[in-house]
């Protein structure tokens, strides 16, 4: 080949490749013009998306609450309405659903040999079904124990289990008595009993075990097992339970109260059932009773006298019970005990006792937990590490964690630690008067307004009232003042020592003194705090008389309405000119109070409990400021605006300020005007720090000395006399001696704000407080709470759904179905 022609061919072949090289990027050229007209093109769908997106969340939040509607409203008409029918009378029942076993119910497939698989079906006390049920609803009425199958609609008899006076049967009780409790787990059926029978062949605490086909019983001589299977569970014979009773299986007493039961992840297997073996406890009159997955027994005394309900719950890892006193006003929660245990704590006051109920898988710091419900609502806890050991420990204790408190009429939101005061967190949209309600209180002429009977004498004394007994009784001066259902009142009284004693009785009728009974130490003031439960007030002054001529001195009688303080320590706002409340939000039931100014505003005397000299505290609630200009939300300062401190207010840019002598700490984070904001200010340790909306937002460091004897507290505007009032609504203000951790702050403020959402129910429905039923649904995490005037359905603190039947016995509920009596 010539030079010539290689070259030829070269160049030949280099435009070739130069050809398609151009070919190949204008295609290339075309392809990126596409690409980035697809680009624009998936833009704008992305931000449709998106858009789609947020508008779907939005109503999924809104179909959830439907749903949630729909699902207490439906299920709960549909057992009702069949429940009718079958004119049952339940005196407790029990959703059993099979899934939440520990083989997600694997043992109803495995029952073929059993006496009850393969009894006649259609009878009087079996159903057409012959494998036990997915999903059950079990009834005790006072003469059987009968499980319905849940799998159908219909809800049909599945088997019943007569349990009367009969000693033949695998459940029995005295002429009188009755089931008090019923729990199901890993196929064992258990029912608590109670009579008035002393007669050891009744009553008790019976076991129907459905995998292993058999039946036992604990009672205070030990266990005894049935002789039969379940299928002669109603037999007609003369032997019943048998006669050996093995007392390791001893419990307190036959006389019971309710029942719990639990799997612990390391008990043993039962070799019957090829299932783990729960641990029971059961509540009697004489205590906690606490069957051991080991066979063993051991009894929880002394503060458990007479527990009315009990459930297990799991605190940092461990199973604890959780149970409240029929006759003594406290929760406890104690530890499952190795031996007999003298338990030592309690961690709420209650009214009365109350019902119980927990949620919350595992128990972290940020879970809700465990409700107790009586006769004054509902109160929620939620775990803190300081809940892990209670044994033995002093009632402060149980503080140190949140709760949340809500009635017929108000709502707390969660109250972090040991909180010194709650307030503005009612429903009542009603303005707040200055006014005192008391006519002629100082007795400075005369007794007008006041009465006697003709068996006492009341004069005035050195401008004292002076009451005189003139038969040796309690006689007493008497005035009856009309107030409002469901409003705070502040009574003040001073009572001086006659020959004897001076006391206060207040009363929702003149005879009935069911609000306070209190001696008054000699010339001090003393103050009580009440919530009107009728419309009228009873104040009766009684000398402690023994004989006639008996006498005592009383002076500055006074009741005030207040903004009530729904913490334990009760000492509510006074309020000066008139406070403004207005629902937080179109349609919400919670109320936030405005109109502040330098006469109008809520001022709280001098309270001790709010001196937190160098130690933690927390200030937390919800701001909404309507103009741009420096208001305070709160003081606490000596009247004259000197001496230590703590405030808190919002600058012209909404900015939060917390000061205390010594520091005052600016925030970063705007409020925004027009809009609810949540702001905690918390000092912890050496720091002082601000979270807005549940975040934080700035900190410094220093300790200083907050306590002063004589400071007043005020929400509204400032102790000194420029008033700076808050130009706004305020709602949900708490103060704590104790600081909460970030992650709590955050889960008040992601909780809180769903109450300032428009159309919010935060309340008991109906103006009951007294809970007459309390349950958990695991499965759809709502929160069930029976009352005369229905059943309330709280997803957190918010009330999605209610019904309008009353509640007298029980509720269960799981996976949406609630069967309740």
């Given amino acids: 080949m010539t030079l010539m022609s290689s070259i030829s061919k070269l160049t030949t072949s280099v435009d070739k490749l130069t050809n398609a090289a151009n070919v190949t990027k204008a295609q290339l050229d075309a392809k990126v013009a596409q690409a980035d007209a697809e680009v624009v093109v998936a833009q704008a769908e992305q931000t449709g998306a998106e858009a789609a997106r947020d508008e779907a969340a939005a109503h999924a939040t809104d179909a959830a609450t439907h749903l949630a509607t729909v699902k207490a409203d439906v299920t709960y008409e549909g057992i009702s309405t069949i429940f009718s029918e079958m004119a049952v009378t339940a005196v407790d029942v029990f959703v059993y659903d099979t899934s939440l076993d520990s083989d997600g119910g694997a043992w109803r497939k495995r029952c073929q040999h059993t006496s009850w698989y393969n009894e006649p079906l259609n009878t009087a006390t079996r159903g057409g079904r012959r494998d036990f049920p997915a999903v059950t609803v079990i009834v005790a009425t006072n003469s059987t124990v009968t499980i319905y199958d849940a799998d159908d609609p219909d809800l049909p008899m599945w088997m019943v289990i007569p349990a009367s006076t009969s000693h033949a049967r695998i459940i029995s009780w005295g002429n009188d008595g009755r089931a008090t409790g019923i729990a199901a787990k890993n196929g064992i059926l258990v029912t608590s009993v109670t009579s008035s029978e002393t007669n050891a062949s009744v009553n008790g605490l019976f076991l129907v075990e459905f995998p292993a086909d058999r039946g036992r019983k604990y009672a205070p001589c030990g266990i005894k097992t049935w002789p039969y299977d379940i299928a002669r569970r109603d037999t007609t014979g003369l032997v019943y339970f048998n006669a050996y009773c093995d007392p390791a299986g001893a419990i307190s007493s036959l006389f019971l109260n309710a029942v719990a039961m639990t799997v612990f992840p390391a008990a043993p297997i039962d070799q019957a059932s090829g299932l783990p073996v729960p641990t029971i406890a059961v509540a009697s009159a004489a205590g906690i009773s606490v069957i051991r997955d080991n066979g063993s027994v051991v009894d929880l005394i002394n503060y458990v006298t007479a527990p009315a309900t009990l459930a297990f719950v799991e605190v940092g890892g461990a199973k604890k019970i959780w149970t409240t006193s029929r006759y003594r006003n406290w929760v406890g929660l104690f530890d499952i005990p190795d031996a007999d245990f003298n338990t030592g704590a309690y961690i709420w006051g209650l009214q009365n006792g109350g019902n119980i109920t927990w949620f919350g898988d595992g128990f972290s710091e940020t879970e809700t937990a465990l409700v107790a419900g009586a006769t004054r609502g509902v109160v929620i806890f939620n775990k803190d590490e300081s809940l892990t050991n209670l044994n033995g420990a002093s009632t402060a204790s149980r503080w140190q964690q949140m709760t949340a408190a809500l009635a017929s009429d108000y709502t707390t939101g969660w109250l972090p630690g040991d909180v010194r005061g709650a307030f503005l967190s009612g429903v009542d949209s009603s303005d707040l008067l200055a006014a005192e309600l008391v006519t002629n209180g100082t007795f400075d002429v005369d007794t007008t307004g006041w009465s006697a009977p003709t068996s006492a004498a009341i004069e005035v004394d050195a401008g004292r009232l002076k009451v005189t007994s003139n038969s040796g009784n309690w006689e007493y001066a008497l005035q009856t003042l009309p107030v409002v259902v469901g409003r705070a009142y502040r009574v003040c009284v001073t009572g001086e020592n006659g020959n004897v004693a001076p006391f206060l009785y207040l009363g929702s009728t003149t005879g009935g003194f069911d609000y306070a009974y209190q001696s008054l130490p000699s010339g001090v003031e003393r103050q009580s705090h009440i919530v009107a439960r009728t419309n009228l007030l009873s104040i009766r002054l009684n000398p402690y008389a023994a004989s006639a001529g008996d006498y005592a001195f009383f002076n500055n009688v006074s009741v005030f309405p207040v903004e009530a303080d729904r913490s334990v320590n009760n000492k509510g706002l006074i309020v000066n000119g008139t406070i403004t409340r207005s629902p937080v939000v179109g349609g919400a039931e919670l109320v936030g109070c405005s109109g502040f100014s330098a006469a109008n505003y809520l001022e709280q005397p001098y309270n001790n409990a709010l001196d937190f000299g160098t130690g933690d505290f927390c200030v937390t609630g919800w701001v909404r400021q309507i103009a741009g200009s420096a208001g305070y939300v709160m003081e606490r300062r000596l009247p004259d605006g000197t001496g230590a401190y703590i405030r808190i207010y919002l600058d012209g840019n909404t900015i939060p300020v917390f000061g205390t002598n010594g520091r005052t700490l600016v925030g970063s984070k705007p409020c925004g005007l027009n809009q609810w904001a949540f702001v905690t200010c918390v000092r912890s340790g050496s ?135």
């Avoid at 704000?753 to 007459?772: E, H, M, N, W």
């Avoid at 999605?800 to 179905?817: F, L, R």
């Fill in 687 to 821: 720091d002082m720090a601000i979270y807005v909306n549940g975040a934080l937002d700035a900190t410094v460091s220093g300790i200083f000395d907050v306590s002063s004897d004589g400071a007043i507290l005020r929400f509204g505007r400032a102790i000194n006399v420029s008033a700076l009032p808050f130009y706004g609504n305020l709602a949900l203000w708490r103060i704590s001696a104790t600081a909460p951790t970030p992650n709590q702050i955050a889960k008040i403020y992601e909780d809180e704000r769903k109450l300032f959402q428009p159309g919010a129910q935060c309340t008991i429905y109906g103006t009951s407080d007294a809970v007459t039923a309390l349950a958990h649904d695991p499965k759809t995490n709502l929160l069930h709470v029976g009352t005369s005037q229905g059943r309330s359905v709280f997803d957190g603190l918010v009330r999605v759904a209610n019904t309008e039947t009353p509640v007298t016995t029980a509720i269960s509920a799981v996976g949406g179905m609630i069967a309740e009596q």
